[in-house]
């Protein structure tokens, strides 16, 4: 531990366990606020792909902003996209002026929600990946780290000592942690916002109910040249507009780069050679018969398309940029959600898309504004 911080962790799942049982045995103090405080313990264990075991002691827990936000100098959102403004509206009585709020990542419209709820002089960070690859063991009280990332990128909003936050959270997180020059940078990423809905469709698009799965899909290690296809192009569509707004593609590099492939065919074989994703199922649920069928309230399909996806897709609207593919997956998904959320190849104006907070565009255009090539 390089300072005494006092960390609040928002949100139980397996990252928001994770982050806090690493953080706890490095010696930072670790609230929890969580819908079940009942369910934890005094302490967090974690365990790690090689087998090394971190247990941390919690400091408190607790389901009321009020107990464990005053004091905490850092406020981490461990929460899919779908619960920011709540949890904004939460705590905003109770944060200090001098605490950061940050999340685990940023695609799904954090730093505009919290730029909208908690005001343009808000401390904020965020994270362009997920630190970890995580699961839950044990609610509560453990959960497995499943993959280390070789680097993480943050950036950060009205933090003047950031530099300072960049080192803490290296030590925290056992990981080297690079400073952003922007949160466009964090905000806009081709990771879980196209390579979920890209997967999604082509798993997805021809199923019929009178035949439902024997078995779930694997999600990564079943993945097909088509899913590659897909995603290629939607990242094609995003990368035009990454450049549009002036990102430097080391920031934000290619799918292909990133994944270090060539075509779509390298591309399938790298997704499904990666350890951290193995057993990791596609989203669906039990019927009768033992069969399975598309669980569509998983939040795969409840975040990353009309959030992360969406988002991307208003920002390249208001930058010119056309995004046929990343349409027709939109168009697929309001089928199957019965949404109204394209109007011919743009946004449409309806009340599925008000409902999607981060589709500020006032706030949008402010951070484009301020982002300096």
């Keep these: 531990m390089i300072e005494e911080k006092t960390i609040c962790i928002c949100g139980g799942g397996g990252l928001g366990s994770v982050i806090a049982g690493i953080a706890a045995s490095g010696g930072y103090r670790v609230n929890i606020l969580t819908r079940r405080p009942e369910k934890w313990g005094e302490e967090m264990t974690v365990i790690d792909p090689a087998g090394k075991i971190f247990v941390g002691k919690l400091n408190k827990v607790s389901d009321k902003a009020g107990d464990v936000i005053p004091e905490s ?23 200090a002026d001098s605490a950061v709020v940050g ?17 343009e002089g808000a401390r904020l960070f965020g994270f362009q990946r997920v630190p970890y690859i995580s699961r839950l063991k044990d609610y509560g009280h453990s959960a497995y780290l499943l ?38 940078e964090a905000m806009l990423t081709n990771s879980n916002p196209i390579l979920h809905p890209a997967r999604l469709y082509t798993l997805f698009k021809d199923f019929n109910p009178e035949h439902p799965f024997v ?103 208001i930058n ?30 309806s009340e599925d898309t008000a409902a999607i907070r981060c589709l500020n565009s006032r706030i949008i255009k402010k951070l484009i504004s301020t982002f300096d090539v």
């Design 73 to 95: 100098d850092i406020i981490f959102f461990c929460l899919p996209g779908t619960a920011f403004y709540d949890e904004f509206i939460k705590i905003k009585p109770y944060v």
């Design 103 to 119: 999340s685990v990542f940023s695609s799904t419209g954090f730093f505009i929600t919290g730029i909208d709820v908690l005001g």
């Design 147 to 184: 993959g280390y990332k070789k680097s993480l990128n943050i950036a950060y909003w009205n933090v003047s000592d950031a530099s300072r936050y960049t080192m803490l959270f290296e030590d925290m997180l056992h990981t080297r942690i690079v400073g952003l020059n922007h949160p466009l």
């Design 215 to 317: 078995a779930p899909p694997l999600f990564y290690e079943d993945w097909t040249d088509e899913s590659s296809e897909i995603l290629i192009a939607c990242d094609n569509e995003f990368q035009s507009l990454v450049k549009s707004i002036g990102i430097k593609e080391s920031v934000i590099p290619s799918l292909l780069e990133y994944y270090e492939s060539t075509d779509a065919c390298s591309l399938t074989r790298k997704i499904r050679s990666i350890v951290a994703f193995k057993g990791i199922y596609a989203p669906t649920k039990p019927v009768s018969g033992g069969m399975y069928v598309p669980d569509y309230d998983n939040r795969y399909f409840q975040e990353d398309i009309p959030l992360g996806l969406m988002l991307i897709k208003y920002m390249a609207q």
């Design 320 to 349: 010119h940029i056309p995004t046929p593919m990343i349409d027709m997956i939109l168009r697929w998904y309001e089928g199957l959600a019965g949404k109204n959320l394209l109007s011919g190849s743009e946004i449409a104006e």
